[in-house]
């Protein structure tokens, strides 16, 4: 069973018999069903019976039951409501449209609207500069998405991959100060996304992509990359190559070795292993090599689409063929944003010394974390209740701030690297250790670190250039 995480936290209405030990008794069935208790809050006391809010976190819905179960089994004891505080978090969405100015009376709406407002219209009609200077376009996002790949959960359609999309949006509000909103479009063809996308360019300063499906993801980046003026970054492509980087930078400080003379692993050759192999390639790895569902992706496979022919042509120069499992043996490095439960710590156990493992596969990793840290030396997931959490938060926040700061029109690999050694450089050699590669997503020093790094390079670039 998976550990219990604040994602399935839920709040019991408990009645309970007046007694001493009725608090440390719903204490303990918690504990014996299993889950991890949070709060416990007296919200009544009468002379017969008290009300306790029980609060834990479960490891999935079913183990919630168990545990509802388990304090319901208790004599005397009576549970009503049962609140998933997951889904009332969620209720009514979780963003709202604040108006910047004061709207207090008439000379106001006469500035913000009619008639002044007009003299603003024309302005920018006269000059589309300054559709940035004069118009929430300077600071604003678009989280773009068909819903064909959301989270690890498949093809769930735009109503469903809306939830992720306003989370994606509070986070960038939340850590860099952008005001992003969801798009999320009810179509799959890449014509119309296209399209649509660069019909609804005009408002906003950046386009990020996020959960379309691989390989369609590719040709609509690009497509767009060409037409827009604005860059278009897609999150689970390159924000996961940005943190990846990073972590493996200071991984392999952890370990003493060097992105040239390590050979790495990756599980998953679809959009974000793509795009952390065209990363760690810019960086100078020397030994890659690529695995999916059917194997090793080399040059001698037949029905590659032409994504996985370029990472056959430019990765696994020996050759490698045969199956994830085998390919891992002595191995430095593995990564994987792939699938759960592919490897066990007998798999790691075949790994070069002082190995890193990332295994980012989510919300279960390719391999149980536990089992990894008997073998290697480093290991990250993409769970927050493990250490090394590897999250795109690290990245995607900053990375638009400084690219809305520099006004910049592309995105580069120079900014991807610029933002991984940022990230990667916010951990101080001090606290660096096995347990530690890379800083805390609440860490206020990461989206500013990260912002400057691209502003920096965004304002070297010419313009015109991808």
Not at 35 to 63: F, K, P
Not at 411 to 440: K, Q, R
Request: aromatic share 4%; hydrophobic share 45%; with cysteine.
């Amino acid at each position: 069973m998976p550990s219990p995480s604040p994602g399935y936290s839920i709040t019991l209405r408990v009645q309970a018999p007046t007694s001493a030990a009725s608090t440390a008794e719903l204490s303990l069935a918690v504990g014996k069903a299993g889950g991890v208790l949070t709060a416990l809050d007296v919200v009544e006391s009468h002379y017969d019976r008290i009300v306790v809010d029980v609060t834990c976190n479960a490891a999935d819905a079913d183990h919630a039951d168990a545990i509802t179960e388990a304090v319901a089994a208790l004599e005397g004891v009576t549970v009503g409501k049962v609140s998933d505080r997951t889904f009332l978090m969620h209720l009514g969405g979780k963003l709202e449209v604040t108006p910047k100015v004061q709207l207090r009376h008439r000379d106001d709406l006469s500035r913000a609207y009619t008639p002044g407002v007009a003299r603003v219209c024309q302005a920018i009609a006269a000059n589309p500069e300054d559709g940035r200077r004069l118009t929430i376009k300077r600071n604003t996002v678009a989280v773009v998405t068909d819903g064909s790949a959301v989270l690890g959960l498949g093809n769930l359609g735009p109503l469903a991959a809306l939830p992720v999309m306003e989370g994606k949006a509070a986070l960038f509000k939340r850590f860099a100060d952008v005001d992003a909103w969801p798009v999320c479009l009810d179509t799959q063809d890449a014509d119309e996304i296209v399209s649509i996308v660069r019909a609804l360019a005009p408002v906003y300063g950046g386009i990020n992509l996020e959960d379309i499906s691989a390989p369609r993801c590719f040709e609509i980046e690009a497509r767009l990359r060409e037409m827009l003026d604005i860059p278009v970054f897609h999150d689970d492509q390159h924000g996961t190559a940005i943190v990846v980087l990073a972590a493996l930078t200071n991984a392999l400080r952890v370990v003493g070795k060097s992105l040239p003379d390590v050979r790495i692993v990756v599980s998953g050759a679809g959009a974000a292993g793509q795009a952390i192999i065209r990363l760690l390639l810019a960086e100078d790895a020397g030994d890659v090599v690529a695995f999916d569902s059917r194997g090793a992706v080399h040059t001698g496979r037949e029905n590659l689409d032409p994504f996985k022919t370029w990472i056959a042509h430019n990765t696994n120069a020996d050759g490698v063929t045969g199956t994830l499992r085998e390919g891992l043996a002595g191995a430095d490095v593995f990564i994987g944003v792939s699938a759960p439960d592919l490897l066990t710590g007998a798999d790691v156990a075949t790994m070069a010394d002082r190995a890193v493992v990332l295994a980012l596969a989510n919300p279960d990793p390719e391999v149980d974390p536990l089992a990894a840290q008997q073998h290697a030396m480093v290991v990250g997931t993409g769970r927050s209740d493990f250490p090394n959490q590897i999250n795109n938060v690290l990245a995607f926040p900053g990375f638009f701030r400084g690219l809305l700061d520099a006004g910049a029109r592309h995105i580069t690999d120079e900014m991807l690297v610029a933002a991984a050694t940022a990230i990667a450089d916010v951990v101080h050699p001090d606290e660096l250790n096995p347990s530690f590669v890379v800083p805390s997503v609440f860490d206020p020093a990461v989206a500013p670190a990260v912002a400057a790094a691209v502003k920096a390079v965004a304002e070297r670039t010419p313009v015109g250039s991808r």
